[in-house]
């Protein structure tokens, strides 16, 4: 979603929201100079975990968002606590920062926030796609910040020996017996690949990776990037810890979609002057920067076999679901190719 000028928008009524700013500047938290002509602005974006409302003041010309988590209360205020930290520790001499929080009211789940002007990344990557370097660029401004982001965690070391990345893949497949029969006829060979990643998993045995606080949904439409050039990253929780990797794959997948939609993907195209995985693994830097071609092709084939499941647990029919499951198990099938050669007998990784 791109976050376009506000003026051109017609103004509408939610009493939802309007109750959530009656209570808000009810409480303590409420800034002193809080405006009290706020005007929604546009119909509200409701999604599958929440429900986006833009607010815009006329008096002081500023523009909020408030947001209502569709779940416990307590993800509204992980949210919030998420959004202060990082808000707080913003990197403005790069430009990494997130949206600023004002508060959050708990009766009604909901976190009020700033509203950022901007385009996401998947807008401008899909303009810039056939223009090597301006794509190259945001690709290292998306690095950036996702190296930021996980910087204002304590980083640690982790061992990919415990192979929890693989079995959460697996415990995605095994509840998902009772698939519909479409999904499971789009992907008849997901059970082949996921005997390929038991198979292969000694590639990752003695291999450590940095661990931080994971975004966990580090995709295109979640990093916005202003006019000025600010980075701002969006729809995270910041709270569960993983390997840095996570995030990074979940974006390369991304990447690779839309380099499918040229006809090509790069997932195991290494050295060409065009690739985006380089380029964004050598922004990133740190051990991720440096990971050896077999851990990353098989990190990353756990990624795309993970989508696959989750599609397929999910699956809804429409042309567009059916293309990018055509895309994936294009992924797929070429990264296990690779993956096949060493499978059961893992290759050097160093």
């Not at 901007?118 to 056939?130: N, P, S, V």
């Not at 301006?134 to 640690?156: C, Y």
């Not at 994936?328 to 070429?334: S, V």
Request: glycine share 8%; with cysteine.
């Amino acid at each position: 979603m791109d976050h376009g000028p506000l003026v051109r928008e017609v103004p509408v009524t939610d009493p939802r929201c309007d109750a959530i700013l009656k209570r808000f500047t009810e409480m303590d938290e409420c800034p002193e100079d809080w405006p009290a002509d706020w005007k929604q602005v546009g119909s509200p974006l409701v999604r599958r975990e929440s429900t986006i409302h833009r607010l815009n003041s006329p008096s002081c010309r500023r523009s909020i968002c408030v947001k209502v988590v569709n779940g416990e209360a307590q993800d509204a205020a992980s949210l919030y606590q998420a959004l202060s930290h990082y808000h707080a520790r913003s990197d403005l001499g790069n430009g990494y920062t997130v949206p600023e929080p004002f508060g959050w009211v708990p009766e009604h789940g909901a976190v009020i926030m700033e509203w950022v002007e901007g385009q996401t990344l998947c807008a401008i990557l899909k303009r810039k796609m056939f223009f090597t370097k301006r794509r190259h660029e945001n690709i290292r401004k998306a690095a950036g910040w996702l190296r930021w982001f996980h910087s204002q965690s304590e980083l640690e070391p982790g061992n990919f020996g415990k192979g929890k990345q693989l079995k959460s893949v697996i415990k995605v497949f095994e509840e998902a017996r009772d698939l519909e029969k479409a999904a499971t006829v789009h992907d008849p060979a997901l059970e082949g690949y996921l005997e390929l990643a038991l198979k292969s998993k000694g590639v990752l045995r003695g291999v450590e990776m940095d661990r931080a606080i994971l975004h966990r949904d580090f995709k295109p439409t979640n990093l916005l990037i202003t006019s000025s050039g600010v980075v701002v990253g969006i729809d995270f929780l910041g709270r569960k810890k993983g390997p840095v990797t996570y995030d990074i794959c979940r974006l390369l997948s991304e990447l690779d979609f839309y380099q499918a939609l040229r006809g090509r993907s790069l997932a195991l195209s290494f050295g060409s002057k065009s690739n985006d995985f380089e380029v964004f693994l050598s922004a990133y830097g740190g051990r991720a920067g440096g990971i050896a071609r077999p851990v990353f092709v098989y990190l990353y084939f756990l990624t795309i076999v993970s989508i696959l499941a989750h599609q397929r647990r999910r699956f809804k029919s429409g042309a567009g679901n059916r293309i990018r499951l055509a895309f994936i198990r294009r992924f797929a099938r070429q990264l296990s190719h690779e993956v096949s050669k060493w499978a059961g007998n893992p290759p050097p990784t160093e």
